[in-house]
T-cell receptor, first 111, second 114 residues
Framework: AQSVTQPDIHITVSEGASLELRCNYSYGATPYLFWYVQSPGQGLQLLLKYFSGDTLVQGIKGFEAEFKRSQSSFNLRKPSVHWSDAAEYFCAVATGNQFYFGTGTSLTVIP | NAGVTQTPKFQVLKTGQSMTLQCAQDMNHEYMSWYRQDPGMGLRLIHYSVGAGITDQGEVPNGYNVSRSTTEDFPLRLLSAAPSQTSVYFC?????????????FGNGTRLTVT
């Protein structure tokens, strides 16, 4: 069965510091990959997606992610974090007609 | 466009009661789905639909029913509410089936079963 692992439950970074959120997936072929962000009390908003082609994808709000087939990873990065980036981040894999989500990483930003 | 609209935003039920969570989208999306979000467990798929008249089960379908009579609407029915169904429920839609179209989410319904 497909699965998505986000090994970091909670991360704290200082404002202006760089950020990397980890995501590993389990799937035989190249899946469709997504990162979503959820602010408190809100639904999930798409940050970026990978379907094929260039393995480094750019998203909204200055985020990027890199697909590494050999490591089955799709890590999310941002060079300089802003206080408004504090939220919960979810990695997702889509195969067939089903989307599978990781358990999420909660990001705290220290001023 | 309103996007994906869920009602109600909050609901409290007693054990054994039934209710319907409403979901509507105005983007002419083919694919619609329901998730529940529980602490430490991420989002788990309950049911999904790839078009009007077509539904299928996800990871955690027990205790829930769905139907898709129109492209726009995809209600989720709780037949006999149980405390284990206390959760936040999200409806999501995408332009087409197959996973190569991202999901658009509603703002959720927070359900408490006492």
């Amino acid at each position: 069965a497909q699965s998505v692992t986000q090994p970091d439950i909670h991360i704290t970074v200082s404002e202006g510091a760089s950020l990397e959120l980890r995501c590993n997936y389990s799937y035989g072929a190249t899946p469709y990959l997504f990162w979503y962000v959820q602010s408190p009390g809100q639904g999930l908003q798409l940050l970026l997606k990978y379907f094929s082609g260039d393995t480094l994808v750019q998203g909204i709000k200055g985020f990027e992610a890199e697909f590494k087939r050999s490591q089955s990873s799709f890590n999310l990065r941002k060079p300089s974090v802003h206080w408004s980036d504090a939220a919960e981040y979810f990695c997702a894999v889509a195969t067939g007609n089903q989307f599978y989500f990781g358990t999420g990483t909660s990001l705290t930003v220290i001023p | 466009n309103a996007g994906v609209t869920q009602t109600p935003k909050f609901q409290v039920l007693k054990t054994g009661q039934s209710m319907t969570l409403q979901c509507a989208q105005d983007m002419n999306h083919e694919y619609m789905s329901w998730y529940r979000q529980d602490p430490g467990m991420g989002l788990r798929l309950i049911h999904y639909s790839v078009g009007a008249g077509i539904t299928d089960q996800g990871e955690v379908p027990n205790g829930y029913n769905v139907s898709r009579s129109t492209t726009e609407d995809f209600p989720l029915r709780l037949l006999s509410a149980a405390p284990s169904q206390t959760s936040v429920y999200f409806c999501a839609s995408s332009y087409q089936r197959g996973g190569n179209s991202p999901l658009h989410f509603g703002n959720g319904t927070r359900l408490t079963v006492t």
